[in-house]
């Protein structure tokens, strides 16, 4: 590999691997380490230059996917907006439907306390009745019992005089035989 076989600047791969065994016995020059260095150089502003492009092709990349994350944010922060609306929609028509059932049950209520007062004057009118017929009924069982005690009294009474009676005359014969 010294300058007199190597005039040429060849790329550096080839170089390596289409070497020959007597020139890597050689001794390298001053030449051909210059030359290397500038094929190594060379090499470098070819990857400097393609960094630059593959920067480029990033920053143009980052961008657009910066740019369709904002419209994703867009998006999103659309339908949040509607699914929003739509929530306070359904709050709305819940709202409706709770106060419309409060209404139901508010006349339900007052239809309740309507059959119950009437149902309550019912069954006062009855039991004010029932009263009156138990009363009278008792008055009537009285009336017999009183009946009753008055013939019982007067049994008794003259049950007790004809036992008196029979006593009497009981103890007055006995007397009489004695």
Same mark, same amino acid.
């Given at each position: ?28 020059? +001053? ?67 709770? !106060? ?12 309740? !306390? ?7 004057? !019912? ?30 009294? +007067? ?24």
């Amino acid at each position: 590999m010294n300058a007199t076989n190597n005039l040429a600047l060849a790329p550096r791969g080839t170089t390596v691997v289409n070497h020959d065994n007597q020139a890597m016995n050689e001794p390298a020059t +001053k030449q051909d380490l210059r030359n290397q260095g500038i094929l190594i150089d060379s090499e470098f502003v070819k990857v400097d230059s393609q960094l630059v492009i593959l920067r480029t092709d990033m920053n143009a990349g980052f961008d657009r996917v910066d740019g369709q994350f904002t419209n994703l944010r867009t998006d999103m922060d659309a339908r949040f907006t509607k699914v929003d609306s739509q929530i306070t929609n359904l709050r709305t028509d819940m709202d409706a439907g709770f !106060d419309r059932v409060d209404g139901q049950f508010t006349n339900l209520r007052t239809d309740m !306390d309507g059959k119950f007062t009437n149902l309550r004057t !019912d069954m006062d009118s009855q039991f004010i009745k029932f009263r009156a017929e138990m009363s009278e009924q008792f008055s009537k069982v009285y009336t017999m019992f009183d009946t009753k005690q008055v013939e019982l009294n +007067k049994t008794l009474f003259k049950f007790g005089s004809l036992y008196f009676t029979m006593m009497f005359a009981v103890l007055s014969i006995e007397r009489w035989w004695r």
